[in-house]
């Protein structure tokens, strides 16, 4: 095939509508908010899975602090009838990303997965995408981390360690989603199954209420859980299409 | 104009200029090292110490990833406006009073542009991989993002950089000449290479001239351009406060304002310091001073628009934020900028403090320091008041970032203090356009010595 030919091919499979969202796969996680705890095992495991840094107290105070999933807290009310309300926050996966138009160096992309990358040896550290991105959780490295001896013996090699002037978010685990594509590929089989892949967090959660899966398989749980009338995106009027989709608490008082 | 003392000739205007380059004081030297000093202490070594460390020498946060290096990018862009663009649309609309002081405006531009992108090297958080924010062929096949309003700015701002650049170079050609033909040393053959052999034939004059204008056309579009998509970095956001379509304009007029409240700062400084009496006059503080008025009236009405905007918006988004600037954390800083931008520059009305050189150079100062507010207040008030409020975080910035800052400023102060013995600061050939021809009344000798 030769140049030309090539770039029309190309180009023809650019030009059929909607292929920007005819993705391999489509991640999805929910969220039950009626199962979370909020007892944080999530982050804790992502923590240990994604070589996240422990800042330490200094730059915690300079409020500096690295959770790819964080449990944000929430009060309603005043002291006799106050009310607790807590969420985790994580990457929502965007498909209509913000962060990803305005990185000039396209260091964060959409791949064929679905899911937002974040590529760190390309990032010049412009951290313009954790401004445009209305949902907070994009963390930047303000220095180089390093973990004390033998915490260093614990770094999941699957996972490269940051280095300062980077900018780091959750990626659903891409590890493993690569690892599982991987053994379906070697196993023969076309697809990935349900279940094949749990990010460290969906792992860890001991109430079940985080669930991950293809959303273009329509009888994987999370295809179900986004037909659940309880069903809502967090900023759903910014119309960022995210990946993330939650089920809302009902309370006894509605 | 030169009607003070006694009439200016012809040939005074280039012994003036021509001293300004040759002869140099004690004054001038200590002026330059303190500027070096400060610049290598103030802005490269806390420079060198954040690249080290990272740019946690910074105070920036976890929502508040932008902060005070942003701001001074903004900023010294901003600064940089009045100048080519003020020159270009007062030759074409054939304004006479320009010709003393354009030079200088054109130079301020070009160094505020340098340090500007100074700036963008110190903001970013890799800055040995700032290449790869420029499209170059590469064999990683790898190309910038060209959906990035970032990626705008590197293009607007390289055009402009360069399109000054052309602008002031072309318009100093024959005064090159005239300093090559005074000179002796290094200097003549310093001039002997700038002036590019211009002889000052007819042919020569002519295309100078069809040359100049053309560019001066095309360089006032490109001057609202780049503040418009300067702009465009917070505007594209889905930030509270800086999603708005009022961005391009506020920005532009912002750029202009205190670029022109810069030029009067540097007017009277060169007035002082490099004699320059006879060709900056009361007639161009009047005139700069006019201009402010109007600005600051546009930019005050602007900001009017913003805040109705917010308020219009009627999403609780948009009315914490609004809440937070006028009652905040940073509200101080907001009541100083309406003082300094909005308020203060009403004296202008009358011309007795138009014409007045200190109380103008005093207002000039303040306004940039108000306009210095406004661009930090962009970023830290509104990065710091988003969406989910678990995210909210309050910005100070540190020591490195002011230290940084007041580099900044002695980096501008050093090229310009270089600029000025190395480029004819006013105009040698256009100063006498607005002169009276010389009477013969001397014989033709002096005639001859001015050309």
């Given amino acids: ?254 | 104009m030169g009607n003070e003392e006694r009439q200016m000739q012809f040939a005074d205007v280039n012994d003036d200029v021509v001293r300004s380059l040759t002869e140099t004081g004690r004054s001038y030297y200590i002026a330059l090292a303190t500027a070096i000093f400060v610049m290598l202490a103030c802005f490269f070594f806390p420079w060198f110490y954040q690249l080290y460390y990272g740019i946690g020498a910074a105070g920036m946060n976890h929502p508040t990833v932008w902060g005070t290096y942003l701001a001074s990018f903004v900023f010294w862009i901003g600064l940089s406006h009045s100048g080519t663009l003020l020159s270009c649309v007062l030759h074409i609309t054939n304004s006479e009073w320009r010709k003393a002081m354009y030079r200088s405006a054109e130079a301020m531009t070009l160094f505020s542009l340098m340090v500007a992108a100074t700036m963008v090297m110190v903001h970013v958080g890799r800055p040995w991989f700032i290449h790869w924010a420029l499209p170059y062929p590469n064999q990683m096949e790898l190309w910038p993002n060209f959906r990035s309003p970032l990626m705008f700015d590197v293009m607007a701002i390289t055009t402009y950089v360069t399109g000054s650049l052309i602008f002031i170079y072309m318009g100093s050609i024959p005064d090159f000449a005239a300093v090559r033909d005074r000179t002796t040393g290094w200097r003549h053959h310093l001039y002997v290479l700038l002036s590019l052999g211009w002889r000052g034939t007819d042919t020569e004059w002519h295309r100078l001239g069809w040359a100049y204008t053309f560019l001066a056309v095309l360089i006032i579009p490109l001057a609202v351009s780049v503040h418009s998509i300067v702009s465009w970095d917070f505007a594209m956001s889905l930030v509270p406060g800086l999603h708005q379509t009022i961005f391009a304009p506020y920005f532009v007029v912002g750029a202009i304002y205190s670029g022109t409240a810069g030029i009067v700062t540097v007017m009277y400084v060169l007035r002082k310091y490099m004699n320059f009496e006879h060709f900056i006059t009361k007639l161009h503080f009047d005139n700069l001073g006019k201009l402010l008025l109007v600005l600051s009236l546009i930019w005050t009405y602007i900001n009017i628009l913003e805040l109705f905007t917010g308020w219009f918006s009627g999403t609780s988004t948009e009315y914490e934020q609004l809440k937070y600037k006028l009652f905040g954390f940073y509200a101080p800083l907001y009541w100083e900028m309406i003082l300094f931008c909005a308020v203060a520059p009403l004296l202008l009305i009358s011309k007795k403090f138009r014409t007045s050189f200190v109380p103008m150079l005093i207002l000039s100062i303040a306004i940039n320091i108000g306009m210095y507010t406004e661009r930090f207040l962009i970023i830290g008030a509104t990065l710091s008041r988003q969406y989910l409020p678990n995210a909210w975080r309050v910005y100070v910035p540190s020591l490195v970032e002011i230290s940084i800052l007041v580099g900044s400023l002695a980096t501008f102060i050093t090229l310009f203090l270089l600029f000025v013995k190395i480029f004819p600061s006013v105009s040698i050939y256009e100063v006498k356009e607005t002169m009276e021809t010389p009477k013969s009344k001397k014989g033709d000798t002096e005639w001859q010595a001015a050309h």
């Fill in chain 1, 1 to 254: 095939m030769n140049i030309m030919e090539r770039f029309i091919s190309s180009w023809q499979k650019y030009r059929k509508p909607g292929y920007y969202e005819d993705f391999d796969y489509a991640w999805t996680m929910s969220i039950d908010l009626d199962r979370c705890t909020g007892c944080s095992a999530c982050v804790t495991a992502c923590q240990a899975e994604n070589n996240i840094p422990i800042v330490g107290e200094k730059e915690l105070a300079k409020g500096r602090e690295m959770h790819w999933i964080r449990i944000e807290r929430y009060w309603e009310g005043e002291y006799p009838n106050a009310k607790l309300k807590f969420i985790p926050m994580l990457c929502q996966q965007c498909d209509a990303a913000p962060c990803e138009t305005v990185c000039p160096v396209s260091a964060t992309y959409h791949n064929q997965d679905g899911l937002n990358t974040q590529v760190y040896n390309r990032c010049i550290g412009t951290r313009s995408c954790a401004v445009y991105c209305p949902y907070e959780v994009r963390y930047f490295n303000y220095n180089s981390h390093h973990w004390d001896s033998p915490l260093d013996q614990q770094l999941n090699p699957d996972v490269s360690v940051r280095e300062k002037g980077v900018m780091e978010k959750c990626t659903f685990c891409i590890q493993r989603v690569r690892q599982a594509k991987d053994h379906a590929k070697d196993d023969g089989r076309r697809r990935v199954q349900e279940g094949d892949i749990q990010p460290a967090c969906v792992q860890t959660c001991p109430s079940e209420a985080l669930v991950f899966g293809d959303r273009k398989d329509s009888n994987s749980k999370v295809a179900k859980s986004l037909a659940d009338p309880r069903a809502y995106h967090v900023l759903d009027e910014l119309n960022t299409l995210p990946s993330v989709v939650y089920l809302k608490k009902v309370d006894s008082d509605g």
